[in-house]
């Protein structure tokens, strides 16, 4: 028979394995008498585990919930696990980062040396995103509540553009829904609710969310359009209402390796047409996004199309153009004033209309040059 203080580690881990255990498996299981599993019962709930027992032949054990937390027993990689899983939720924008990091040393304290130095060299730096405000943790367990509970939750919405000079008068919107799914997506947490006063489906952030209590009455689940939550809430990302698309979806050719470009792109498709030559199709909100998302890529671009995209490039063009030279008239200007530094305040005075005198007739000959061309293209 085993030592006392082993067969009580080996009992309670049975316990946490399943719900319920007869009395006589787990007799068998340790190798004992169903009266010795009796004693160790009870040494285990003298130390401050709730275990219920089932009367009558079949009886049987059960750790149920208590009103505070005993002991646990994890094997190797349940240790390693939770230990992971607590390194990774002091970057989880949840509003634990404080209480898992004392959790994390306090797993760590008790870890055999063989486990700790497994934990210690998994050293993983996350980046976090300044700009994502965190979820308030009671505020996360107050939408999970509500959500496990089916009830319906009221709570206030402050818009992140609202302002107290907004039409409606106040940052603040008040919601009814049906809560349904809690996500987290790029490093927030999100809601995905069905919205009663609007009567459609709404994704609210978490760290604009104030409920207010009490919940209820109870609802029936619906379905979320598309059947699974994870494609509904990427669709409504990319800003098309119920499609999994974007708005603006464009084809071109890029002078590069297929494999130098998939890396970067999360949602749209790759094709290999060639060692230095691949097919991008991709999506954005807007024309000029989409260009100038397909622009960062140090590549000639050969545009399939459509042709707004064509001439989404174009505008771009015209911008950067118009950029570019705007610089250069600076870098010119100053290097001019640089130059004349010492000459009295008259002759300054005539560079400086000089100069303006040459831009007006730059601008001149350029609109010029652009009716010549318009006449060219009317005439033909």
């Given at each position: 028979?085993?030592?006392?203080?082993?067969?009580?580690?080996?009992?309670?881990?049975?316990?946490?394995?399943r719900?319920?255990?007869?009395g006589?498996?787990?007799?068998?299981?340790?190798d004992?008498?169903?009266?010795?599993?009796?004693?160790d019962?009870?040494?285990?709930?003298?130390?401050?585990y709730?275990?219920?027992?089932?009367?009558?032949?079949?009886?049987?054990?059960?750790?149920?919930?208590?009103?505070?937390?005993?002991p646990?027993?994890?094997?190797d990689?349940?240790?390693?696990?939770?230990?992971v899983a607590?390194?990774s939720?002091?970057?989880?924008?949840?509003?634990?980062?404080?209480?898992?990091?004392?959790?994390?040393h306090?797993?760590?304290?008790?870890?055999?040396?063989?486990?700790?130095?497994?934990?210690?060299?998994?050293?993983?730096?996350?980046?976090?995103?300044?700009?994502?405000?965190?979820?308030?943790?009671?505020?996360?367990?107050?939408?999970?509540?509500?959500?496990?509970?089916?009830e319906?939750?009221?709570?206030?919405?402050?818009?992140?553009?609202?302002?107290?000079?907004?039409?409606d008068?106040?940052?603040?919107?008040?919601?009814?829904?049906?809560?349904?799914?809690?996500?987290?997506?790029?490093?927030?947490?999100y809601?995905?609710?069905?919205?009663?006063?609007?009567?459609?489906?709404?994704?609210?952030?978490a760290?604009r969310?104030?409920?207010?209590?009490?919940?209820?009455?109870?609802?029936?689940p619906?379905?979320?359009?598309?059947?699974?939550?994870a494609?509904?809430?990427?669709?409504?990302?990319?800003?098309?209402?119920?499609?999994?698309?974007?708005?603006?979806?464009?084809?071109?050719?890029?002078?590069?390796?297929?494999?130098?470009?998939?890396?970067?792109?999360?949602d749209?498709?790759v094709?290999?047409?060639?060692?230095?030559?691949?097919?991008?199709?991709?999506?954005?909100?807007?024309?000029?996004?989409?260009?100038?998302?397909?622009?960062?890529?140090?590549?000639?671009?050969?545009?399939?199309g459509p042709?707004?995209?064509?001439d989404?490039?174009?505008?771009l063009?015209?911008?950067?153009?118009?950029?570019?030279?705007?610089?250069?008239?600076?870098?010119?200007d100053?290097?001019?004033?640089?130059?004349?530094?010492?000459?009295?305040p008259?002759?300054?005075?005539?560079?400086r209309?000089?100069?303006?005198?040459?831009?007006?007739?730059?601008?001149?000959?350029?609109?010029?040059?652009?009716?010549?061309?318009?006449?060219?293209?009317?005439?033909?």
């Amino acid at each position: 028979m085993p030592k006392t203080s082993a067969r009580l580690l080996a009992l309670l881990s049975l316990l946490q394995v399943r719900r319920d255990w007869p009395g006589a498996l787990l007799a068998e299981r340790l190798d004992v008498s169903p009266r010795t599993v009796r004693r160790d019962v009870e040494r285990l709930r003298e130390l401050g585990y709730p275990i219920v027992a089932a009367k009558g032949p079949d009886g049987g054990y059960r750790l149920d919930a208590g009103t505070r937390l005993p002991p646990l027993l994890f094997d190797d990689e349940q240790a390693v696990a939770l230990a992971v899983a607590l390194r990774s939720a002091t970057t989880a924008g949840a509003g634990i980062e404080e209480a898992a990091m004392r959790a994390l040393h306090t797993v760590r304290q008790v870890m055999p040396a063989r486990l700790r130095h497994r934990i210690d060299t998994l050293q993983v730096t996350a980046v976090e995103r300044p700009a994502a405000p965190r979820a308030d943790s009671a505020v996360l367990l107050a939408l999970n509540a509500a959500v496990q509970a089916r009830e319906v939750l009221r709570f206030d919405y402050g818009s992140v553009w609202a302002t107290p000079g907004d039409d409606d008068g106040t940052p603040i919107h008040p919601r009814r829904v049906e809560p349904h799914h809690i996500v987290t997506w790029g490093g927030r947490w999100y809601l995905v609710a069905w919205d009663l006063d609007r009567g459609d489906w709404r994704i609210f952030r978490a760290d604009r969310i104030t409920p207010h209590g009490p919940t209820g009455p109870r609802f029936v689940p619906r379905e979320v359009p598309g059947g699974a939550v994870a494609l509904f809430v990427t669709s409504r990302f990319r800003g098309f209402d119920g499609v999994d698309d974007w708005p603006c979806r464009g084809e071109v050719i890029l002078d590069l390796p297929a494999a130098r470009v998939s890396p970067f792109i999360h949602d749209g498709v790759v094709e290999e047409l060639g060692p230095q030559r691949c097919r991008l199709t991709l999506g954005s909100w807007s024309w000029p996004g989409l260009a100038a998302a397909i622009g960062r890529f140090d590549a000639d671009i050969h545009v399939i199309g459509p042709p707004a995209l064509r001439d989404a490039f174009a505008q771009l063009a015209r911008r950067y153009a118009d950029a570019a030279a705007d610089a250069g008239r600076e870098d010119a200007d100053a290097a001019a004033d640089a130059g004349r530094e010492g000459r009295g305040p008259a002759k300054r005075a005539a560079a400086r209309d000089e100069r303006a005198v040459g831009h007006a007739q730059g601008a001149v000959g350029y609109q010029g040059m652009i009716s010549r061309r318009a006449s060219r293209r009317t005439s033909q």
